[in-house]
């Protein structure tokens, strides 16, 4: 059972960019994805949650309107995309589901 983040890297503000949560070892198409961040010094917080099949999504105030949540169950699959980033997004984020965390992908949003 694992999960993995990748696409995480150094971004100006304003940019953009986009985190993929790849699955293996279970049956990912029937569970939620929840994608969490956590700033130095910071808890972790949840910014965005997708349902099964993708049609319900929930977004934290902080994110709504610039982050959108989804997924590939085909692929295994859930995907964040992150536009007009601000410095204070930089964190490391996670996705989770069944239980399972993965090892974060770090995000650093400067110029």
């Known amino acids: 059972v694992q999960l993995v983040e990748s696409g995480g890297g150094l971004v100006q503000p304003g940019g953009s960019l986009r985190l993929s949560c790849a699955a293996s070892g279970f049956t990912f198409s029937t569970y939620a994805v929840s994608w969490y961040r956590q700033a130095p010094g910071k808890e972790r917080e949840v910014i965005a949650v997708i349902s099964v099949a993708g049609g319900t999504t929930n977004y934290a105030d902080s994110v709504r309107g610039r982050f959108a949540v989804s997924r590939d169950n085909a692929k295994n699959t859930a995907y964040l995309q992150m536009n007009n980033l601000q410095p204070e997004d930089t964190a490391v984020y996670f996705c989770?589901?069944?239980?399972?965390w993965g090892q974060g992908t770090l995000v650093t949003v400067s110029s």
């Open positions: 989770g589901t069944a239980g399972v």
